[in-house]
């Protein structure tokens, strides 16, 4: 089973709502990883965790909060949102954070903030 | 810090015939990894291919083979025999060795494989 499963597919909120993205794999991956997308451009990496623990987190505003309560699953934690928070939020997993290992991507949860 | 440029917003090609899609990289490092990721439209992003810099031979999966050239920091994707389903966003990504797997993606090509 190589695959990462992401839901919701599609999700929209105001800007005052509280609203989670989740991310799983039963790959075995101890790294998972948060992009966000928008259109038209690469990924950008949000936030890394390794052996459940965070280890990078790339800047991202405290409207984001990200948890990761066990190896399968990672959380995306939403609050008060802005309308350009809006785009594919992708989550990914790898083997390790060492060396390079194939990052396996998730189908994404397209967020829209209104 | 570690840019990745692919000069080429959007190809196309005819089906059944060859595509080269461009890419170069900047850096300073001499241990690196290099990928080309493709992204097809509303589905997941795939890996397609990966180089190991301190590899001399080029890297091949199938109808997929780049040709590095490192020192010219150039790494460029060819497609043989198109197919409809090569019709996807191409990233060009980097990374250093003992980075953390943390990849720079270049800006992406559009690539349309036409009947």
């Known amino acids: 089973d190589t695959e990462v499963t992401q839901t919701p597919k599609h999700l929209v909120m105001g800007m005052t709502n509280k609203k989670s993205l989740k991310c799983e794999q039963h790959?075995?991956?101890?790294?998972m990883y948060w992009y966000k997308q928008k259109a038209k451009k690469p990924p950008e990496l949000m936030f890394v965790y390794s052996y459940e623990k965070l280890s990078i987190n790339e800047s991202v505003p405290s409207r984001f909060s990200p948890e990761c309560p066990n190896s399968s699953l990672l959380n995306l934690h939403l609050h008060a949102l802005q309308p350009e928070d809006s785009a594919l939020y992708l989550c990914?997993?790898?083997?390790?954070?060492?060396?390079?290992?194939?990052?396996?991507f998730g189908p994404g949860t397209r967020l829209t903030v209104t | 810090a570690q840019t990745v440029t692919q000069s080429q917003p959007e190809m196309s090609v005819q089906e059944a015939e060859t595509v080269t899609l461009s890419c170069t990289y900047d850096t300073s490092e001499n241990n690196y990894y290099l990928f080309w990721y493709k992204q097809p439209p509303s589905r997941q992003m795939i890996l397609v291919i990966r180089?190991?810099?301190?590899?001399?031979q080029n890297a091949t999966e199938n109808r997929f083979s780049v040709n590095f050239q490192k020192a010219a920091k150039s790494f460029s994707l060819k497609i043989s025999d198109s197919q409809l389903g090569d019709t996807a966003m191409y990233f060009c990504?980097?990374?250093?060795?003992?980075?953390?797997?943390?990849?720079?993606f270049g800006g992406g090509t559009r690539l349309m494989v036409k009947p």
């Open positions: 790959m075995g991956h101890r790294a």
């Open positions: 180089q190991e810099a301190y590899k001399q």
């Open positions: 990914a997993s790898s083997q390790a954070r060492t060396g390079a290992y194939e990052q396996y």
């Open positions: 990504a980097f990374t250093r060795y003992n980075a953390g797997n943390m990849l720079t």
